[in-house]
């Protein structure tokens, strides 16, 4: 069963940086799509960015593009969330999550980690 433990949530002001980790257990990975996603109070949750454990390949909500970095440490099974430039906006529950390739479900996730910007 896969575990996926996220850290590294806090409160940071608008402007700031903060940096989100996944540790990721309980299956190879060499298959698979993790990603981070987020929902913010009386609001749905949405996509972040995710990236292809092998080849490192990344896709980003518009909304962060440009701010956020999703990155992966193949050897330590670990998936990261690098946040600059944050913004009031970006205050959320933010989740780890991970699919097979060939599906579109994302089957995995994490409990989440909370973000907090203050203006």
């Known amino acids: 069963q896969v575990q996926l433990v996220e850290s590294g949530g806090g409160l940071v002001q608008a402007g700031g940086s903060l940096s989100l980790s996944c540790a990721a257990s309980?299956?190879?990975?060499?298959?698979?799509?993790m990603g981070w996603f987020r929902q913010a109070p009386g609001k749905e949750r949405e996509f972040v960015a995710q990236?292809?454990?092998?080849?490192?390949?990344?896709y980003y909500a518009t909304s962060v593009k440009g701010r956020f970095t999703i990155s992966r440490d193949s050897a330590k099974n670990t998936l990261y969330l690098q946040m600059n430039s944050l913004k009031p906006e970006d205050t959320a529950l933010y989740y780890c999550?991970?699919?097979?390739?060939?599906?579109?479900?994302?089957?995995?996730w994490g409990q989440g980690t909370q973000v907090t910007v203050s203006s």
């Open positions: 999550a991970g699919r097979d390739i060939w599906t579109t479900d994302w089957q995995d």
């Open positions: 309980g299956r190879t990975f060499s298959r698979y799509i």
């Open positions: 990236i292809t454990w092998i080849g490192g390949s990344t």
